[in-house]
């Protein structure tokens, strides 16, 4: 699959635009930052995205129940953390690639190459 389109769910906002760039370093060019779920769950259901990054921890809620809609949806998404394992997960969502922060243009390719090919194996 070649990647297009993508969606950002992360709400510190440097962050999100560290990934933008990143993103645009490995060639893609249509990039949307949703800060918070709201902006994620109207961004999915009015656009179409090859794959979806998500971090985990948004505050006050997580991205496990965004990441879950998804699934039913058939977009392919990977979680961004500070944390470098997934133990912690729900179960059903442990084997879902994770790119570890702080993250470099290297790993972010190695993140879009999987997402891409649809490995679900962890990274």
Known sequence: MTVQRVLILEDNLIIAMEAEEILRLVGIQQIEIAS????AVNAVHSEHYDFAMLDVNLGESTSFGFARL?????????FV??????????ADLR???LLNKPFDEQAMRLFVHTLAAGDSSAM
């Open 36 to 39: 918070n779920l709201e902006q």
């Open 70 to 78: 998804l699934m039913d949806r058939g977009i392919s998404f990977g």
């Open 81 to 90: 953390s500070g944390y470098s394992d997934t133990l912690d997960f729900p």
């Open 95 to 97: 084997h879902v690639p």
